[in-house]
Every structure is written in structure tokens, then in C-alpha cells.
């Protein structure tokens, strides 16, 4: 078989932006990806003409590249959505982001001077080292508060306790705020400083995310890119510094494709796992020590024309299994095929394998609604018909130990001159999707020959969608 010069793996944004740059440029590209349907993660399953997400996924971003990239894509199929998504504690809806003033006065006066109390103290005496989540939220906002609005959903998503997470998590993820300048403000004493608000609208296509990539791989293809579907990348050979073919399986067999340029958006552990000859033993161990946190969504379509008014929230209700329901219709009318319709996805967060990941769907389905009825957002009754997604390895975890196995594997992945990882998982980073895009996008410049890294992208781990008169946003 003829070599490619790219070959890439995975269909995903990240893999999929980068099929899409190459092929305007000119350049001959491969995909391989093994589900049957491009998209990853930002994939829109439909099921009966019900569509869902996983995870939700919003289109906003300060790189005025990707969007201009979303835009040629999909022009006319854009929708503008008013941003709404609440945290949901003790029967009662709560702003997110966290507007520590308003959650003090809406916990009552008990709680808030608890809350207060926690904060004053740690504000004097913070704990140190700051090297945990559980620390790093709780020198900010003070224990109470951090047990009330962070440890339980943080605990679900992770499923490991907050006080075993990085920091470096929170200070990704979580926004610069200070419950003490809420308060000043809120009283028209502050310094002037105002909390940062996160974007009041998004754009989001008409038929879920899934309509961009499936988009972004027609145009590919059009301009010549192969796509392969089913195509399961199970061995990546390579010699004396290069990568020079990848082998993957399909229902025809296996087949190997010689590589000019390899673009790899595969969880970096499975790459380190199916390299040949095998990495170092170093490496492989540090790659074994990377773990990937799993979601399956059980979604509900019910006889009833509204739910709630958010587009997701947050379930920081220790009652019930769910980590985050996703209201589908709020995201756009056409996630459904009939407006007295709904539907309300149930998001759980698993390990690849465990007792969850591995329960029938008949039970899933009990559970669901037995997490609907707790939360009074529905009667059982009404529910009409359930469908269940898994998506196996959605979420790296930054456990205390990732930055040392990381840094292993980039510095031995490094050597590969004509290797470059990109997106989510092929960098073992939690990037957003307009993060993902730009390292794809500098993947392919940097093999193109320009110095540029994709590795640089959001290195400062800021969580970017503050409003900023930069942006116009």
C-alpha cells in the first residue's frame, strides 16, 4: 500500500479539524477512527429522531481562528442560546458559576454565618501545601462552603475523594473567584474589583454538535480525505525516530498503512501501549499510572413539554447517583422531533468496566427515573422511551501523581519527529473543544515545518469564557 503523508487517528474535533486543514492545503490525508460515527466525544447520537449529547458541548471561543473555522463550516446552521445552567442542592437552583453572595443569602442565615465563619478563618489561616483540589477550593471559599458546592459533584465526576485531586484541576477549571469581593460588592463596599460573569449566550449547530464534525468530514472527504470508519488503530510501528506505519482493524482484517506524518489524537496511553517495538519500560509504566474517567448518559424521553428552563445542571445532591442532567430541547427546539416532547439526559460517571459501566439498561433505566422523581423534574409515568450512551476514557484525571507519568511520556514521544499528539486525549489535558481545534491546527503547521507547538495551547490551564471587551463577547 502507498504511503500517506497523513495519517490520523481518531475522528473527533481535534482529529477532524486537522483532516480538514490538510486537506484545503492540498495534502493527502488518512482518518482512522473506530467508532462507527466521526464526532467523539462532541458525537450528537440520534434515536428516533431524539438527538443527544454527551457531555454538552457549547461553541464559544476567544481564538478568532476556530470560530472562523465553525463559521466556513457551518454557515447557515449556527443557533445563538441564551446561556442558562444551575447547580441543584437541597431542592433548590443555584447560579453557575457559583455567585458566592447570592449562595450565602439562599442557604439561609445559619448556614451563611457557617459559611462566613469557614471562610474568615481559612482566609487567615490557609493551609499549605496547596496541592489538592480539596485544599485549593477550600483556602478560597472555606470548608463549608467547599462541602456544599464542590466535594459532592467533584467526588461523582471523579470518583475519587477532593483532597486526592491536583490543584492543577481547580485552577483550570474552576473561576477566579473570591468569596470575600462577592461580599464587599454586593454591599457597595468593594475595591472596585468586579467578579468576572461567564458569556450570556453561545452559538450551538441546529442538530447538535455532531452536525459540525459530520460537516467538517464531508468537506474533508470532498477535498479528497480518506475517512475510515470501524478502523481501530491496534499497532503503530516505528524506527529510528519516525513512525513509519500504523496498523488497524476492521471487520475486513487488519491492515497496515505506511505514515509520512502521523497526527494522533488516541488517548496518549493507548498510543504508548500499542507503539512497536515497545516503548521503555519507564515509559510504559507512567502511561499504565494515567487513568481516564468514563460516562454513560441515560436519557429519558417524557410526554412533557418543558422541564426546566436550563440547558444543563449541576446535581450537587448526594440523593440521587447522577452527577448532571442535560436538557436537550433548551439547547436547540430540534433535538426533538416534537415540541410536546422532551427529553432529560442522566449523566453518570464511571470507570471503563466497573459495575455501571456494565449494568443493563433495563436497570439504568429504573435508576434514571428513580433520580427524576427524587429531583421532582418529572413523573415516571410519563416517561416514554430511554436510550443509553457510553463513551468509554471521556475524561483525563489529574490525580496528585499525573504531571511526572506525563511528562515521561511526552519527553519519550518527543523523539518521534514526525509524530504529534492533539485534542482531549492525546494529550492527557482537559481541554475545551475551541482548545482542542487549536492544537489540531498547530499540529499540522508544526509537521508543515513552522515552529510552533500544539503542547502550548492553554498551557496557562485558564478556564476561558469570561466575558472581555477583546473578544466583543
Known sequence: MN?????????????????????????????????????????????????????????????????????????????????????????????????????????????????????????????????????????????????????????????????????????????????????????????????????????????????MYEAMADQAQRRGASIQLHHEVTRVNHSAGKVVSAVAGSAGGEVEYPVGNLISSMPLTELVFRLSPQAPSEVVAAARSLRYRSILTVNLVLRQEHVVPDTWVYLHAPEVQAGRIQLYKNWSPEMVPDAAMNTVGFEYFVWEGDSMWNRPDDQLREMAMADLRSLGLGDPAVVEDCFVVRYAKAYPVYDLTYQGPLKAIRDYLGRFSNVVCVGRYGQFRYNNMDHSIMTALLGVRRLLGESVDPWAVNADAEYLEEKSSNTGS
Not at 57 to 81: I, S
Not at 178 to 205: C, D, H, T
Open 3 to 211: 504511503q500517506r503523508d497523513f495519517v490520523i487517528v481518531g475522528a473527533g474535533p481535534a482529529g477532524l479539524s486537522a483532516a480538514h486543514e490538510l486537506s484545503k492545503r492540498g495534502h493527502d490525508c488518512l482518518v482512522l477512527e473506530q467508532d462507527g460515527q466521526v464526532g467523539g466525544l462532541s458525537k450528537t447520537v440520534n434515536h428516533r429522531g431524539y438527538r443527544c449529547d454527551i457531555g454538552g458541548h457549547r461553541f464559544f471561543t476567544k481564538a478568532k481562528e476556530v470560530q472562523q473555522l465553525w463559521q466556513e463550516v457551518l454557515p447557515e446552521d449556527f443557533l445563538t442560546r441564551p446561556r442558562l445552567s444551575r447547580i441543584y442542592y437541597r431542592g433548590r437552583f443555584f447560579d453557575y458559576p457559583l455567585r458566592p453572595f447570592s449562595a450565602l443569602v439562599g442557604l439561609g442565615p445559619i448556614t451563611g454565618a457557617r459559611i462566613m465563619g469557614s471562610f474568615a478563618y481559612r482566609h487567615l489561616f490557609p493551609r499549605r501545601p496547596e496541592d489538592n483540589f480539596e485544599t485549593w477550593v477550600s483556602n478560597r471559599f472555606g470548608e463549608v462552603l467547599y462541602s456544599i458546592f464542590f466535594k459532592t459533584y467533584t467526588e461523582k465526576v471523579w470518583g475519587i475523594p477532593g483532597s486526592q485531586i491536583s490543584a492543577d484541576w481547580a485552577a483550570q477549571r474552576i473561576r477566579n473567584l473570591s468569596l470575600g469581593r462577592a461580599v464587599l460588592n454586593a454591599l457597595g463596599i468593594g475595591g472596585g474589583g468586579k467578579v468576572a460573569s461567564l458569556i450570556e449566550e453561545f452559538q450551538y449547530p441546529r442538530h447538535g454538535p455532531g452536525q
